[in-house]
């Protein structure tokens, strides 16, 4: 499969400071997003350290498929891929080193960031995530969420304390439930997806989610064959909307034609 890929990041409206960080890297085919968050500088150097140290890891780990000096952190799952292994390995080196790094600095203490990341190998993505950061699939004319949110109100929805409606106005909407550098350990989800030709994968930070619709989403990804020009204007529509938080948005449009590119977009006209 062939891609294009393009990321953005805006401090919003209301934020004096960017805690988000990303990374779109198509020589390793790894996309990253990460929602910092402690206050001060320490949100966006925990998010920072978290797109390094995994892209960093991946890097080294597949230049040495995964072994010799460069092992599996945690060990290596055999329900999932090399590349599923390879990301959730960096993850969890990042959560140690960002909780080794926020316990020897009091200024960094309680420090964390979220994580979406995904991996391209071939025709197949894994997909791995902790936190309130989000990963959807493009496909058709339909969008689907691939990731489910690590908070409160997530959990509430689940057990049929809330409506997503009623989730919207909470006052703990904001709150996870895990994140990278909370403790010295953490659990990982991973996944892997199938890709088909046309797809167009969104990873994101909650500073869209909360100011966009999964729709409006939908919509504006599909309107514009160029992913960087769809970034821009989904943060635009974001910081129209309010701009709350920080915002930060990678795209992957994947095809084995370009040709597919303008007939995905004549889908929604």
Avoid at 45 to 50: F, L, P
Avoid at 122 to 138: E, F, P, T, V
């Amino acid at each position: 499969m062939k891609f294009l890929s393009a990321g953005k990041s805006d401090k919003g409206v209301s934020r004096q400071n960017n805690e988000d960080n990303f990374c779109v890297d198509d020589d390793l085919r790894l996309f990253i997003v990460a929602d910092g968050m402690g206050g001060a500088a320490a949100g966006e150097v925990a998010s920072r350290m978290a797109v390094e140290i995994i892209r960093d890891h991946v890097k080294r780990s597949s230049a040495l498929g995964g072994a010799g000096n460069e092992p599996f952190v945690g060990g290596y799952d055999k329900r999932f891929s090399g590349a599923s292994n390879r990301i959730a390995s960096g993850i969890r080196l990042a959560n140690q080193a960002i909780y080794e790094a926020s316990q020897s600095n009091v200024k960094w203490r309680g420090m964390g960031t979220t994580v979406a990341a995904a991996l391209l190998d071939g025709s197949k993505m894994s997909i791995a995530h902790a936190g309130d950061s989000r990963i959807y699939l493009i496909r058709a004319s339909s969008i689907v969420q691939l990731t489910d949110d690590h908070s409160i109100v997530s959990e509430q929805i689940k057990s049929g304390l809330l409506t997503k409606e009623e989730a919207e106005g909470s006052e703990v909407r904001n709150i996870i439930t895990r994140a990278l550098g909370t403790t010295l350990s953490m659990d990982i989800d991973l996944d892997e997806i199938d890709l088909m030709d046309g797809d167009r994968v969104v990873l994101c930070s909650d500073g869209l989610t909360t100011m966009v619709s999964d729709n409006v989403i939908l919509s504006t990804v599909a309107a514009s064959d160029e992913p960087g020009s769809a970034c821009g204007a989904l943060i635009d529509i974001a910081n129209k909307n309010g701009g709350k938080d920080n915002i930060t948005v990678a795209l992957v449009y994947v095809f084995k034609d370009r040709t597919f590119l303008r007939k995905f977009k004549n889908l929604f006209r």
